[in-house]
T-cell receptor
């Protein structure tokens, strides 16, 4: 158990819909990262938050957005869903001493939220 | 540009065989970190090891060992006396400590199947 909690574990929805994925980082971790894992693209970094502020952005679509709340949990919002958005979405957190830079410490991943868009 | 290549897509071995998973990386930074993660069939990503670019010492942890060679930009992972429970997808990843992008670059993964 990594200590990172993600909900829901599975989600099935239709094209055009909007979903919210939730992540609670490990206790004390200030950084939250979102990754997407799909068969064709592999594991791709989407976005990082550190103590409530956006720190880095990767290959995140404009239809997707995220935020980190004062209690440090994070939500990833996916809207106008398309079939190609079906994937496993991971949240990860890293130790606070890294000051938001993952190179200084490993990422601890949650179990992922599997999104299926029909 | 940063890149991680895991040339072996799938490997199948019989239990008790030794197996080496290859990882080659590209980076222009002098300070960087390398990682291995395991993804068992249940789906979660499990951290195995982190190595920084200044530490080329090989590491052994039980049946696992890692060989880091800067000269060939490789960070290979060996499982000795493999077991069925080692069946998983293994990912190598790179992070540039000085970069503005605070993220890990993952390879495509190597699926290891250990048969009894």
């Amino acid at each position: 158990d990594s200590g990172v909690t993600q909900t829901p574990k599975h989600l099935i929805t239709a094209t055009g819909q909007r979903v919210t994925l939730r992540c609670s980082p490990r206790s004390g971790d200030l950084s939250v990262y979102w990754y997407q894992q799909s068969l064709d693209q592999g594991l791709q970094f989407l976005i990082q938050y550190y103590n409530g502020e956006e720190r880095a952005k990767g290959n995140i679509l404009e239809r997707f957005s995220a935020q980190q709340f004062p209690d440090l949990h994070s939500e990833l919002n996916l809207s106008s869903l398309e079939l190609g958005d079906s994937a496993l979405y991971f949240c990860a957190s890293s130790p606070s001493f890294t000051s938001g830079r993952p190179g200084a410490g490993e990422l601890f991943f949650g179990e992922g939220s599997r999104l299926t868009v029909l | 540009a940063q890149k991680v290549t895991q040339a072996q897509t799938e490997i199948s071995v019989v239990e008790k065989e030794d197996v080496t998973l290859d990882c080659v990386y590209e980076t222009r930074d002098t300070t960087y970190y390398l990682f291995w993660y395991k993804q068992p069939p249940s789906g979660e990503l499990v951290f195995l090891i982190r190595r920084n670019s200044f530490d080329e010492q090989n590491e052994i942890s039980g049946r696992y060992s890692w060989n880091f060679q800067k000269s060939t930009s490789s960070f290979n992972f060996t499982i000795t006396a493999s077991q069925v429970v080692d069946s998983a997808v293994y990912f190598c990843a790179l992070s540039e400590a000085g970069g503005s992008q605070g993220n890990l670059i993952f390879g495509k993964g190597t699926k290891l199947s250990v048969k009894p």
